[in-house]
């Protein structure tokens, strides 16, 4: 089955602080995003990756970066966190290809930023 | 660059009753439109997708109406059930290739007994 996998479902964090969110893909996909979800929002792109080490912002990057060192690992970093950081970040993975290659996500981090 | 308008922002309908969500988009150039289905504690993931050189597909309860002149597509619910209290996100190509979706805000629908 396929999987993507967040490493943490809660995590509570300083203002200030660095704070790395980690993904990780088992289905050798080629395109990772990082979303964030708050309600009545929907899911924002924050960044996305279409191959190791490259990256494209998506709708919302301040206050954010990303790295992907390998094909099934996406990092979402916050490199001062901020309380209006508080969010659900949810990870997800697909294939090039709209048609037929849904995008895979995991079931989300709820980061609280205090 | 796509946009998606979701409508209504909640829906509440009763059991056996027909649940409907509505997506308007502005960019006829793109030929995907998914429906995403998203239940509490989990990510979302795909429920049904249409391409516009159709005006209808159906998976089991599940329907997209596409309406390519009115740039719009609905999902329909048939025969609801409380297991179908979800949140449900249509969504659209942001360009052509290898681009990431753009996602309405989401629709939480509740099924009542």
């Known amino acids: 089955d396929v999987k993507v996998t967040q490493s943490s479902r809660y995590l509570v964090k300083r203002t200030g602080e660095k704070v790395f969110l980690e993904c990780v893909q088992d289905m050798d996909h080629e395109n990772m995003f990082w979303y964030r979800q708050d309600p009545g929002l929907g899911l924002r792109l924050i960044y996305f990756s279409y191959d190791v080490k490259m990256k494209e912002k998506g709708d919302i990057p301040e206050g954010y970066s990303v790295s992907r060192e390998k094909k099934e690992r996406f990092s979402l970093i916050l490199e001062s966190a901020s309380t209006n950081q508080t969010s659900m970040y949810l990870c997800?993975?697909?294939?090039?290809?709209?048609?037929?290659?849904?995008?895979?996500f995991g079931d989300g981090t709820r980061l609280s930023i205090l | 660059q796509q946009q998606v308008k979701q409508s209504p922002q909640s829906l509440i309908v009763q059991k056996g009753g027909i649940s409907i969500i509505n997506c308007a988009y502005e960019n006829t150039a793109f030929d995907y439109f998914p429906w995403y289905q998203q239940f509490p504690g989990k990510g979302p993931a795909l429920l049904i997708a249409i391409r516009p050189d159709v005006s209808e597909k159906k998976e089991g309860r599940f329907t997209i109406s596409f309406n390519k002149s009115a740039k719009q597509f609905s999902l329909h619910i048939m025969d609801s059930q409380p297991g179908d209290s979800a949140t449900y996100f249509c969504a659209a190509p942001r360009g052509a290739g290898n681009t990431p979706l753009v996602f309405g805000k989401g629709t939480r629908l509740s099924v009542i007994a």
């Open positions: 997800a993975s697909n294939n090039p290809g709209q048609y037929n290659q849904p995008q895979h």
